[in-house]
Nanobody, 121 residues
Framework: VQLVESGGGLVQAGGSLTLSCTASGSIFMINAMGWYRQAPGKQRELVAGITSGGSTNYADSVKGRFTISRDNAKNTVYLQMNSLKPEDTAVYYC????????????????WGQGTLVTVSS
């Protein structure tokens, strides 16, 4: 199973970006997907998560600005980021938690390679 992210880049403060992450492989279903980020010198932190049923949770720092969504049929999760701030600059990682394969084996956690988001002031 692989997670491939796209959509990162350079944007000015106040701008918007949308990140996408698609899981590929012999997947039956994915229980939860989410986005984490890691800024230079800081620990990786949860940005937003979404369950297969559509329940979401957000870090306080992004509430009201970021929106997570997913397309279960495409095994894809999105992160719409609005009103970006310089402090949002980080490498953003996609995460899949509880990946059930077609063999019914379960992978506890899969990570993407990360995509860099840079917000200039």
């Amino acid at each position: 199973v692989q997670l491939v992210e796209s959509g990162g880049g350079l944007v000015q403060a106040g701008g918007s970006l949308t990140l996408s992450c698609t899981a590929s492989g012999s997947i039956f279903m994915i229980n939860a997907m989410g986005w984490y980020r890691q800024a230079p010198g800081k620990q990786r932190e949860l940005v937003a998560g979404i369950t297969s049923g559509g329940s979401t949770n957000y870090a306080d720092s992004v509430k009201g600005r970021f929106t997570i969504s997913r397309d279960n049929a495409k095994n894809t999760v999105y992160l719409q980021m609005n009103s970006l701030k310089p402090e949002d600059t980080a490498v953003y990682y996609c995460n899949a938690n509880g990946v059930v394969l077609t063999t019914r084996a379960t992978l506890l956690e899969v990570w993407g390679q990360g995509t860099l988001v840079t917000v200039s002031s």
